[in-house]
């Protein structure tokens, strides 16, 4: 009874270690696969649609990982290196504007798509000369920014509008140059224009006029 006792043990101890090698031996290609798939970044300080967007592309296939501010993200770049960014423009305490030089720095030929639902001239002029591949605006999905992931040269065929800038849209415009002119501080902003800090903050927290005038 003993020896039989004794031969289950071993029996299943044998079983047990190949178990235990076939689960190490899943978990290893389970960890290649995952080291195989495009990376992505995501920044945004919105919580609900970053998780959405999590969601999604890794559906697609992507690894991703998910920084709410500029600091956290840069924090993730320390011992991570992805392919893609898919960066908010307006976040607490830092644009997203000053993600960009650090994300190219980790990786060059990063491709990095800068979002945002307050678009300005002066803000996607300064993503694309910092190394944006493409400047979209909210709301946005996974196909539109996997396009403009693959965006390599401008198109040449987009018509330009046969209207003019509406007089408050040419004032807020005007406004965010001013404000990426002194790296987004309001105060120094103000008073380059000749301005209350309060008179200016009062403008930023209102939504930005149409683009368009009427026509008459």
């Not at 296939?61 to 392919?83: F, I, K, M, N, S």
């Not at 190219?104 to 002066?122: D, E, F, L």
């Amino acid at each position: 009874m003993n020896a039989e006792f004794s031969a289950g043990s071993v029996n299943r101890d044998s079983l047990g270690a190949h178990a235990g090698r076939a689960n190490d031996a899943e978990s290893t290609a389970a960890e290649r696969s995952a080291d195989s798939r495009p990376k992505l970044l995501l920044v945004d300080d919105h919580q609900a649609q970053c998780m959405i967007m999590r969601r999604m592309f890794e559906a697609r296939g992507y690894a991703v990982r998910v920084a709410h501010a500029v600091e956290q993200a840069c924090a993730l770049l320390d011992t991570w290196a992805p392919g893609y960014a898919l960066v908010d423009l307006r976040m607490p305490r830092s644009s997203g504007l000053e993600l960009i030089p650090r994300l190219k720095a980790v990786n060059a030929q990063m491709r990095i798509v800068v979002v945002t639902g307050y678009a300005s001239i002066a803000t996607a002029v300064e993503a694309i000369k910092l190394g944006a591949t493409h400047y979209l605006i909210k709301p946005v999905d996974v196909d539109a920014v996997e396009t403009a992931f693959r965006r390599a040269a401008g198109d040449e065929t987009v018509p330009a509008s046969e209207q003019p800038l509406s007089a408050d849209r040419v004032e807020w415009e005007y406004i965010q140059h001013m404000l990426v002119e002194h790296r987004g501080n309001v105060s120094a902003a103000a008073r380059a224009m000749g301005m209350h800090r309060r008179s200016l903050q009062r403008k930023l927290s209102k939504r930005p006029p149409s683009k368009r005038g009427r026509r008459h």
